[in-house]
């Protein structure tokens, strides 16, 4: 079928991108979904950091690309063998696909599944190859989803399924922002009764981080970013304190649970130093594959820290994102704060430039 997609020509194209546009909007064929895989519909689709790192040449990736791995939509039809899904249901993409057998898949959302780890860097789907072409030449996929498109034909391990109550917005954000940024509070360090949390970093996963603090219960929840608008925003989603990194570094502010989600290895070292004596560093932002940090072992050591990386929130999606969607229709996690605005396809590329200038937490194309 005929669908419309933006594709990732060449990584690493300087901005602005909004004049530069490495993305293009166009035609592009889809196959029909082959066995265990299904079409789905998009509805909605997050412009994530993630993406922006691939536009800016940070994540190797194979190009030509289309582009997008947060979204939510409607399936349209089945592939042979799926009995676990209905067309017309609601389902949310999540980007890291689990084969359900490897020894990853073993270690309860720890580690990455590997078979899903490939697939994913080969821009293919997890049951091998990729359905998408232009002018008959192949296009890959991004993360085994691509939902910068107005169709998307995945493994069904890519999506888990949600009730019709959950908007498109809040349903695309559930996949990846929340899974990531509350993820890492729910799974890799999940804080005990009177600890504090600290956010450092307030973009899409790190303000997700902060609301997952406060649904559940935690008492101290202290939030740090460069913006001062997204600070404000922070107060207003219950944080009990702000800061700036100076403000940081300068107070002598410690943690029990240190979540790092700005993804550079100045914002890791901040956390580090932000994190009390026994508490957890958990760092789930994606820096740059040559960045490097300073660590003192002996403080390590001394001060019986731990520090804890988290990809994708250390989730199993098809347990949490229930959990996340469950806690969204309670009024616990209002997940409709994270979006700054909705936009249309044919403005991704200038959705590239806001979020590099940290204008913007998530940007929603609606299809």
């Known amino acids: 079928m005929r669908i ?3 594709v990732l020509e060449e990584v690493g194209r300087p901005g602005p991108w909004a004049q530069t546009r490495p993305l293009t909007v166009g035609d592009l064929e889809l196959d029909s979904p082959g066995a265990g895989e299904v079409l789905v519909e998009m509805e909605a689709a997050g412009v994530c950091h993630s993406d922006l790192s691939v536009v800016e040449g940070n994540r190797s990736r194979p190009v030509p690309m289309l582009l997008g791995h947060e979204g939510a939509g409607r399936v349209r039809a089945l592939g042979a063998k799926v009995t676990d899904l209905a067309v017309g249901q609601r389902v949310v993409m999540t980007f890291l696909p689990r ?4 020894p990853g898949c073993a ?3 720890r580690m990455p599944c590997g078979p899903g780890s490939v697939s994913n860097g080969a821009g293919e789907l997890l049951g091998g190859g990729r359905r998408l072409s232009r002018d008959g030449s192949p296009v890959h996929h991004h993360l085994g989803v691509s939902a910068f498109a107005t169709h998307a034909v995945v493994d069904t391990r890519s999506v888990v399924a949600v009730e019709d109550d959950v908007p498109p917005d809040v349903a695309a954000v559930l996949g990846c922002a929340v899974l990531t940024g509350g993820g890492a509070l729910l799974n890799a360090a999940p804080p005990e009764p009177g600890q504090s949390v600290l956010v450092v970093g307030l973009g899409g996963v790190g303000m997700a981080s902060l609301l997952t603090a406060v649904a559940l219960g935690t008492e101290e929840v202290i939030a740090v970013d460069g913006v001062a608008a997204k600070r404000e925003q922070a107060l207003e989603l219950g944080a009990s304190r702000v800061l700036d990194p100076a403000e940081l570094a300068s107070s002598g502010v410690r943690a029990d ?3 790092e989600a700005a ?3 100045r914002a890791f070292e901040a956390a580090l130093a932000a994190t009390a004596p026994g508490g957890r560093t958990v760092t789930v932002g ?5 960045a490097r940090a300073s660590v003192s072992p002996l403080q390590l050591v001394a001060e019986a820290r731990t520090v ?3 990809y994708l929130g250390s989730a199993v999606p098809s347990r949490d994102i229930p959990v996340f969607a469950r806690w969204w229709r309670e009024g616990r996690l209002p997940v409709e704060a994270l979006v700054s605005s909705t936009i249309a396809l044919d403005q991704v590329n200038e959705a590239m430039d806001e979020l590099a200038a940290a204008r913007a937490i998530r940007q929603v194309i609606r299809f």
């Not at 084969?99 to 490897?102: D, L, S």
């Open 4 to 6: 419309t997609g933006a």
């Open 107 to 109: 270690t309860d959302g």
């Open 257 to 259: 649970v240190v979540v």
């Open 308 to 310: 804890i990386g988290s």
């Open 286 to 290: 994606l820096p740059h594959p040559e």
């Open 99 to 102: 084969c359900g057998e490897c």
């Open 263 to 265: 993804g550079n290895a």
